[in-house]
């Protein structure tokens, strides 16, 4: 199993760039990385998926080394709605096993006025 | 389009009762999935059903059943609740494989919280 570490907690300003990196060095060679978001009281909520690379969406981008051991996800200006846990999951596409999805504890990201 | 949908939002229960939890989606999704996600932490995977008429323990699989009564409808049951199943539980829906394009998405409802007495 792909386990990922990410940090506890985060914190930064409105206007900032916010980098969250997740490390999973056992990353197999089918394995996605997908991020989720998730505010209180609500389910998570899909932001972005890569194998490798750089992937970009509207919201953020996904920044995947060679190695594929880490992955970084890049919120570009944030405001106070970025306020939020986010979670790195990595695993195959195909979920074939279900012991293969893990959340883990996810980064608690504040951002402050 | 409701996406993932949830009863009940909240539900108090006696140690030993049994209830279900009840989830649909509308999506057309073959892969759905029930978590749990005790305060302060993560989701953890409780069961999971690749299509209908499969289901797969996850990681935290004792003490809940789960069917899978056709593609739209996953339930979850508890046969004797107990206090450490106080929880929030969320249901997902995702369409895995070729079809899905590549990706797969997980789309969440908006969970039942659940209190064992």
């Known amino acids: 199993l792909a386990k990922t570490t990410q940090p506890i907690s985060m914190d930064s300003y409105e206007g900032q760039e916010v980098n969250i990196t997740c490390s999973h060095n056992n990353i197999a060679t089918n394995d996605y990385i997908t991020w989720y978001q998730q505010f209180p009281s609500q389910g998570p909520r899909f932001i972005i998926q890569?194998?490798?690379t750089k992937v970009t969406n509207e919201v953020a981008s996904l920044f995947i080394p060679a190695d594929r051991k880490s992955s970084t996800l890049s919120l570009p200006r944030v405001s106070l709605s970025d306020t939020a846990v986010y979670y790195c999951l990595v695993g195959p596409l195909g979920y074939s096993s279900a012991s293969k999805i893990i959340f883990g504890s996810g980064t608690r990201l504040s951002i402050r006025p | 389009n409701a996406g993932v949908t949830q009863t009940p939002k909240f539900q108090v229960l006696k140690t030993g009762q049994s209830m279900t939890l009840q989830c649909a989606q509308d999506?057309?999704?073959?892969?759905m999935y029930w978590y749990r996600q005790d305060p302060g932490m993560g989701l953890r995977l409780i069961y999971y059903s690749a299509s209908e008429g499969t289901t797969d323990k996850g990681e935290v699989p004792n003490g809940y059943n789960v069917s899978r009564l056709n593609k739209r409808e996953f339930s979850l049951r508890l046969e004797s609740a107990a206090p450490s199943q106080t929880s929030v539980y969320f249901c997902?829906?995702?369409?895995?494989?070729?079809?899905?394009?590549?990706?797969?998405?997980?789309?969440f409802g908006p969970g039942t919280r659940l209190t064992v007495l």
């Open positions: 890569g194998y490798k």
């Open positions: 999506m057309n999704h073959n892969s």
């Open positions: 997902a829906s995702s369409q895995v494989g070729e079809s899905a394009g590549g990706y797969n998405e997980q789309f």
